[in-house]
């Protein structure tokens, strides 16, 4: 049930959405599949339980089917491995233990894919899953527009071998719905828009609807621009439409299943991969309607997220196999909590996290990492590392490292070298003039963070500031304090004697939760040390395989704003807490603490003129939506990243 319905009003919902649903299928006959999740199955059962004795009454008798969506309705490329399949399972066992039925077809949360999560699917046994055409259709020009109308088959990722027939949803299909229901569109409109799909040569399969009943016949009163409910009644509407097609020669109405008898005709059964370079997580609906609504908005997706992650360790940790307490981390990392939801939810939400993360989570982590040494004041040792304080650069290097910091910039990463793999520096500043296109006629910097806020400069560690070097047993330590305005960003660098790696640890105070977006962590790529024609990028968005995207001569920039409301359109899940970028001769991953933050990466690349191109990682802690809530506390930003050379799985 939607996030902005308080608990009190849930029966109402029952009544008013999910009664007139069941009479849609048992009076007039309608074919439906139904989804719900494990949970909300539960709460129908503790509020409501005749719906579910009529509900399993209507499933046993094959009028409708259920369709599967795990225990809760997690975002799947935002959530470990673990997560997912557990998600599944929980749901499965739900599901038989309420019903006496297991689904056969699931549907992808909030049509949140990626190619990492197909395996869950898979390996709970489901025949297929459902997801939408229209966004993954953008990035796939090769695709024909025919193949919309039949079964796919998705492919997993990492495993072309791997996949699971596919059912279209379509946006566009059932906003149609939801506008004719609600009085928008005639029923002549729309007849006539679904007759636009139909052709008598062929027998095509066109989803009606496929999204929430809670907006028929009832509003939550979540925005400003709702529509008052139709005086017709919408569910009347509805049955009004129905009536009309099953009399239609030109539409049959069947259940999702039966979508599946198409797999063997002409436009079916291709084995697509529905993400790309562009649009690694594909998210139903509009571009405001992306991966970030449940990662880096809302009232504290950031702070919420992280502290599901630090149960999650925990949990590993100590091979945690309770059903009940996977179960309630599956209720806490649901997507209700990280969009609209009510002041009195978000209150009950945030105890339930925090009553639940003492119980697992020891004690709060040391950005400084204290437990382990003392630091001290750097002398020169007797070890292999040398240091060259000049007059505008601080250079660090070691046998297999070597690091300069610009002293006048905040101490950003100047050139960073990988010895044992190149002579070049792979990544570092590219200086004003670097490119000829004008529209490239600034410095790009590595190592800094940037926050924005409207009709304000940016706020960065770009000035000079104070730095400081000090050692451990294991390395040398450089930090920096930087402050602009009321903003103070406070960062250290860790260089290890004998390891081919290097630390960047942050940490920024803001005196508020303001709209803003907030970058802690910007690299760039040295264009002349990696082989264009085999550059990628590669990282995990909820499965157990890494997902590997192949820039090409692709326009790709992840954190592009749609508007003045929505300040980024996509993003990477990175749940492992790892992103690799290289070519076929060299890859550097960079990973990042999610017990820390759980901060969300983006890829910003672009071909320039000549065989040139521009190359970005940047990770995001705060982006904009209209989820987005304000809040007077002083916003403390805590992440550490280890930057080495990748080891292939």
């Known amino acids: 049930m939607y996030s902005s319905i308080e608990i009190e009003d849930r029966s109402k919902v029952i009544k008013k959405c999910y009664w007139p649903l069941l009479k849609l299928a048992e009076v007039n006959e309608i074919p439906m599949g139904i989804e719900l999740s494990g949970c909300t199955l539960e709460k129908i059962n503790e509020i409501d339980s005749e719906w579910v004795k009529k509900f399993k009454k209507l499933l046993i008798a094959g009028k409708i089917e259920l369709i599967g969506s795990g225990y809760a309705q997690i975002i799947g490329p935002l959530v470990p491995a673990k997560v997912n399949d557990w998600n599944q399972r929980l749901g499965l066992e739900i599901y038989e233990n309420i019903l006496g039925i297991r689904p056969r077809i699931a549907l992808v949360n909030e049509m949140a894919y990626s190619g990492g999560i197909v395996e ?20 796939h020009p090769e695709w024909k527009n025919d193949w919309r109308y039949f079964p796919q088959y998705a492919v997993a990722a990492g495993a072309s071998n791997r996949n699971i027939p596919l059912i279209w949803a379509d946006s566009i299909a059932f906003q149609k719905f939801q506008r004719y229901a609600q009085g928008e569109l005639g029923l002549e409109e729309y007849i006539e828009y679904l007759k636009g799909n139909y052709n008598k040569d062929e027998n ?129 990392w649901s997507s209700d909590f990280r969009t609209h939801i009510t002041q009195k939810r978000w209150d009950a939400y945030k105890k339930r996290l925090n009553d639940f993360k003492k119980k697992w989570v020891d004690e709060k982590i040391n950005i400084d990492d204290n437990k382990k040494t003392v630091q001290l004041p750097y002398k020169k040792k007797d070890k292999d590392i040398s240091i060259i304080d000049s007059r505008k650069f601080l250079t660090i290097e070691t046998k297999v490292l070597r690091c300069s910091l610009n002293k ?34 600034a410095d790009f910097y590595s190592g800094h963070a940037i926050i924005e806020k409207p009709g304000q400069h940016k706020f960065t560690n770009l000035s000079k500031g104070n730095h400081f070097i000090s050692y451990d047993s294991e390395s040398i330590i450089i930090s920096c304090e930087n402050i602009d305005r009321d903003v103070w960003f406070n960062k250290k660098y860790k260089v290890y004697f004998n390891e081919c790696c290097m630390e960047i640890f942050y940490e920024i105070i803001i005196p508020r939760r303001d709209i803003a977006i907030i970058h802690p962590l910007n690299i760039t790529f040295i264009p002349t040390s990696f082989d264009k024609d085999t550059l990628f990028y590669a990282t995990h968005n909820g499965g157990r395989k890494i997902e590997k995207f192949e820039v090409k001569d692709n326009i790709i920039n992840h954190a592009q704003s749609l508007s003045s409301l929505i300040s980024a359109k996509q993003g990477l899940g990175a749940t492992e807490g790892v992103v690799v970028v290289g070519d076929d001769r060299k890859q550097i991953s960079f990973w990042h603490d999610q017990t820390m933050s759980s901060l969300i990466p983006s890829i910003h690349y672009l071909p320039v003129n000549n065989n040139q191109y521009f190359l970005r990682l940047q990770y995001s802690a705060q982006e904009i939506d209209e989820t987005f809530i304000k809040n007077r506390e002083v916003q403390k930003l805590e992440s550490c990243w280890k930057i080495n050379l990748w080891q292939d799985e």
């Open 120 to 139: 869950h699917y898979i390996n709970n046994n489901f025949d297929a899953i459902i997801m939408e055409w229209n966004n993954p259709r953008r990035y």
């Open 204 to 332: 095509r399969y066109f989803p009606v609807y496929a999204n929430d009943v809670e907006i028929f016949d009832f509003r939550p009163n979540r925005y400003n621009t709702e529509i008052e409910i139709n005086k017709q009644g919408e569910w009347s509407r509805i049955e009004t439409f129905f009536s009309q097609i099953k009399q239609s020669n030109s539409f049959k109405l069947i259940k999702p299943s039966k979508v599946l008898l198409g797999l063997s005709e002409k436009n079916a059964g291709n084995k697509l991969k529905l993400e790309s370079p562009e649009q690694p997580i594909p998210v139903k609906k509009q571009e405001k309607y992306n991966i970030n609504r449940w990662a880096v908005t809302g009232r504290d997706d950031l702070g919420i997220n992280t502290k599901c992650y630090q149960i999650y360790n925990s949990f590993i940790e100590n091979n945690n196999t309770r059903f009940e307490d996977w179960k309630q981390l599956c209720y806490l």
């Open 408 to 441: 006048f910039k905040g101490l950003t990463i100047d050139k960073l070298w990988f010895k044992e793999k190149s002579k070049e520096p792979l990544i570092g500043t590219l200086s004003h003039g670097y490119y000829d296109d004008i529209s490239f006629g």
